[in-house]
C-alpha cells in the first residue's frame, strides 16, 4: 500500500476521541468540498469553516460605500465577482448596477490602472479586499499608479490579516483541537507566523497546500498532534519558514496595521491594514466603515467563528440557497454556507 | 479568494511576465519576487508571489517525509 492510501485508510478508520480542526481559509474551504475530504475521514474528525474567506469577513458598511460609490456620477466600482452579489444594509454592488450603478468585475487589480490609464476623464475605485496573500498585489497596483502617474484610481480598503482572528477565534471557542493554516497566506507570511501562534495558543498549526493529498496529509498531521503546540508544513513547495519578504516589504510601503471590522466579530484590534496617511490621496473613504447590518434571520456570524455549521441556520437550504443567498456566506464560492449548500459537506 | 496558481514563466519583460498554465498564456506582474525564464510560479490576482520548487513529483515525497514521525 502506497502512503497515501495508508493516510486515507487511517483516516477513515480512526476511533479515537471526537477531533475538531479549523480551516482558517476560505479556499481551503472550497479546496475541501471540491475534493470531498469530509466524505474520506473519520466521522469523529470534524472540519470546521473558520473566518478567511474575505468577502464573508467584509461589512456591510463597506459594501453600502462601494454601493454609493457606483451609483456616483462619472465613477466606476472595480471589484472581484464575488463581493458583486453581497447584500449591504440597502442593497448589493449589483442591485446598485441594475438602478443604472457602473461596476465592473476584474481578474486582476493590476488591470484596474491600466483602465483608469486608458480612460483618463472617469474615476475609478477598486474594492480592495483580501489578507496577507492579496495585499501585496494592492501595493503593486499603488506602484504602478504611481510610476504612470494615474490620478483616476483610488483603493476602498477593506484589508484583514489573520493572526489577530486566529487569537480571537482561540479566546472565544474552545473546542478546537488545531487548525489548517492558511496556504497563500502562509506564502507571503512564511510558516514561522504560525509557529508563533501554535506557541501562544498551545494548538497545532498545520500549513497546508490545496490538493487532495496535501489535505488530506494535513489533516492527520493534525490528528498526530492534537492538543500539543506544534508546526508542521506539508506545502513547502511554496511555502518557506520566512515566506516572501520582498512581498512583505512592498506592503510596508503603502500600509499600516489597523484596528478592523468582521462581520459579525465586530472590531478586532490590530487585524486590518490600511493605507499610510501619506498614500492617503489614493484612499477613496476607507476610515471608519465599521457598521454591520446582518440580514434578519442570518446566522453567518456563528458560522464564521465555527460556533454552528450553516446546516444549523435555520435558512439554510431554505431561504438562503445560492440563487437566493441571504448572507455572505452563501454568495462566495470559498464561503461555509455555499461549500456546504453545493458540496452535501455535513457535519456530523 | 487567496487562490493561487502555478504555471511557468515564459516570458520575461521587466517586471512584466507571460507565465504559461498548461497551455493557457497570462500576464503577470513579476515585481513581488525574483524570477527568471523557466521558473515554476504562483499567481494570485495577476502577480506572481512566489517562486516554486522545480520538481512537481517530488512535492509528494516531501509531503510525506514531513509527517512520517506521526502516528494516529
Ligand atoms: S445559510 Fe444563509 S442565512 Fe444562514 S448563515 Fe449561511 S448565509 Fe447566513
Redesign the interface.
Known amino acids: 500500500m502506497n ?2 492510501e495508508l ?1 486515507k485508510e ?2 477513515k478508520d ?1 476511533d ?1 476521541e471526537e477531533l475538531r480542526f479549523m480551516e482558517v ?3 481551503h474551504t ?1 479546496a475541501i468540498s471540491e475534493n470531498g475530504i469530509h466524505g474520506m475521514i473519520s466521522p469523529k474528525i470534524h472540519l470546521i469553516s473558520g473566518p ?4 464573508c469577513v467584509t461589512v456591510t458598511a463597506v459594501i453600502d460605500r462601494l454601493t454609493e460609490l457606483s451609483l456616483t456620477e462619472n465613477t466606476t466600482v472595480l471589484t ?1 465577482g ?1 463581493l458583486i452579489r453581497v447584500r449591504g444594509s440597502k442593497m448589493s454592488l449589483a442591485d446598485a448596477r441594475a438602478m443604472g450603478g457602473r461596476v465592473e468585475m476584474l ?5 484596474a490602472v491600466k483602465m483608469a490609464a486608458k480612460n483618463p476623464d472617469r474615476n475609478y475605485v477598486f474594492a480592495a ?3 496577507e ?2 495585499t ?2 494592492y501595493a ?1 497596483v499603488l ?2 499608479i504611481i510610476a504612470q502617474d494615474v490620478h483616476n484610481l483610488k483603493l476602498l480598503t477593506s484589508l484583514k490579516t489573520m493572526p489577530e482572528v486566529i487569537r480571537w477565534v482561540c479566546k472565544n471557542t474552545d473546542n478546537i483541537d488545531g487548525f489548517l493554516a ?4 502562509s ?2 507570511t512564511g510558516s514561522d507566523l504560525f509557529k508563533q501562534l501554535s506557541e501562544e495558543t498551545g494548538l497545532p498549526f498545520v500549513v497546508a ?2 490538493d487532495g ?2 489535505l488530506l ?1 494535513a489533516v ?2 493534525l ?3 492534537r492538543d500539543k503546540p506544534g508546526l ?7 511555502v518557506s519558514e520566512n515566506g ?1 519578504e ?2 512583505r516589504e ?1 506592503v510596508e510601503e503603502f500600509f499600516e496595521p489597523c484596528d478592523a471590522s468582521w462581520r459579525g466579530m465586530g472590531m478586532i484590534p490590530g487585524s486590518g491594514m490600511r493605507l499610510k496617511e501619506k498614500y492617503g490621496e489614493y484612499d477613496a473613504g476607507s476610515y471608519g466603515l465599521d457598521e454591520d447590518h446582518m440580514p434578519p434571520g442570518c446566522s453567518c456570524a456563528r458560522v464564521l467563528t465555527g460556533e454552528i455549521s450553516p446546516e444549523e441556520c435555520p435558512l439554510f437550504g431554505k431561504k438562503c440557497t445560492p440563487e437566493d443567498a441571504h448572507g455572505a456566506c452563501m454568495v ?1 464560492t ?1 464561503g461555509s454556507c455555499y461549500n456546504y449548500y453545493i458540496s452535501g459537506r455535513k457535519k456530523r | 479568494m487567496c487562490v493561487a496558481i502555478p504555471g511557468r514563466i515564459v516570458e520575461l519583460n521587466g517586471t512584466k511576465a507571460t507565465v504559461d498554465f498548461s497551455g493557457n498564456t497570462v500576464e503577470a506582474e513579476a515585481g513581488l519576487v525574483k524570477v527568471k525564464i523557466g521558473d515554476r510560479v504562483l499567481v494570485h490576482a495577476g502577480c506572481i508571489i512566489q517562486t516554486m520548487s522545480d520538481d512537481e513529483a517530488d512535492e509528494m515525497e516531501e509531503l510525506f517525509r514531513e509527517i512520517e514521525d506521526i502516528q494516529i
Open positions: 502512503k497515501l493516510i487511517k483516516l480512526y479515537g481559509c476560505g479556499t472550497a478567511g474567506c474575505p468577502v472581484f464575488d481578474y486582476s487589480p493590476m488591470d479586499i483580501g489578507f496573500t492579496t501585496p498585489v503593486m506602484k504602478e492558511p496556504g497563500h497566506v506564502v507571503i497546500g490545496f493529498p496535501g496529509a492527520y498531521a490528528c498526530g498532534m508542521k508544513n506539508v506545502y513547502k513547495s511554496a516572501n520582498s512581498a512592498a462566495s470559498e
